[in-house]
């Protein structure tokens, strides 16, 4: 089974400060998610990445998927406190027959101080 | 906003004891998923329907746990003769089968605290 390892577990910034956070695959990644999750709620989607060597951006937050999809990064810049939460990066299985079946990491826990 | 929406937020009982959670997906989603998230994880795979048809289950499910989707819209997660270890948040999300983002749509969950 696939499995995905993220990194930093947890990880405290100054607001205005950039920031990386990175997931690794064990194998090679179908489909790569990245959601948020404010603690004790629901995850918001943010972006996904299927193709190698992909790019997208929303506001502040790139990220990116290597060139092999084995690896995705998530760059947020000048964070804010509203950029607090979990980060949570997910894979779509292989072969999968469904888009909504994932794997997710075990997050990271990002803070902002003002 | 008609987002997802699960039922009950929280739920404390004691060992033993049946619990059932509901969740309310987009009303156009065909597709509903389960999920479990214990403290400091990610969430995992439960089971997903498309429709009313429960399409696959996860090895975690157990015996104890069974999911519906009567009619195609709403969902139910019975828990039976809980344990301890059933304690977790449980996530329900919503989709569409031809959406091409992929994109799930997440409930607030429900917490499970079993004494």
């Known amino acids: 089974s696939q499995e995905l390892e993220q990194s930093p577990q947890s990880l405290i910034v100054q607001e205005g400060k950039n920031l990386t956070i990175n997931c690794t695959s064990s194998?090679?990644?179908?489909?790569l998610y990245w959601y948020k999750q404010k603690y004790g709620e629901g995850l918001i989607f943010l972006m996904m990445?299927?193709?190698?060597?992909e790019e997208k951006s929303h506001e502040k937050i790139t990220a990116k998927l290597d060139e092999k999809k084995q690896q995705s990064s998530l760059h947020i810049t000048a964070s804010q406190p509203s950029h607090a939460g979990i980060y949570l990066c997910?894979?779509?299985?292989?072969?999968?027959?469904?888009?909504?079946?994932?794997?997710f990491g075990q997050g990271t826990i990002l803070t902002v101080h003002p | 906003d008609t987002g997802v929406s699960q039922n009950p937020r929280h739920k404390i009982t004691k060992r033993g004891q049946n619990v059932t959670f509901r969740c309310d997906p987009i009303?156009?989603?065909?597709?509903l998923y389960w999920y479990r998230q214990t403290l400091g994880q990610g969430p995992e795979f439960l089971t997903y329907?498309?429709?009313?048809?429960?399409?696959?289950k996860s090895r975690l499910l157990s015996d104890r746990f069974s999911a519906e989707r009567p009619k195609g819209s709403f969902s139910t997660l019975e828990i039976q003769r809980t344990e301890q270890g059933d304690s977790a948040m449980y996530l329900c999300?919503?989709?569409?089968?031809?959406?091409?983002?992929?994109?799930?749509?997440f409930g607030e969950g429900s917490r499970l605290t079993v004494l």
């Open positions: 999300a919503s989709s569409l089968r031809t959406a091409t983002t992929g994109e799930l749509f």
């Open positions: 194998k090679t990644l179908y489909g």
């Open positions: 990445l299927q193709k190698g060597g």
């Open positions: 997910g894979a779509q299985n292989a072969g999968g027959t469904s888009y909504g079946k994932l794997t």
């Open positions: 009303s156009e989603h065909n597709r």
């Open positions: 329907f498309q429709n009313e048809a429960q399409l696959e």
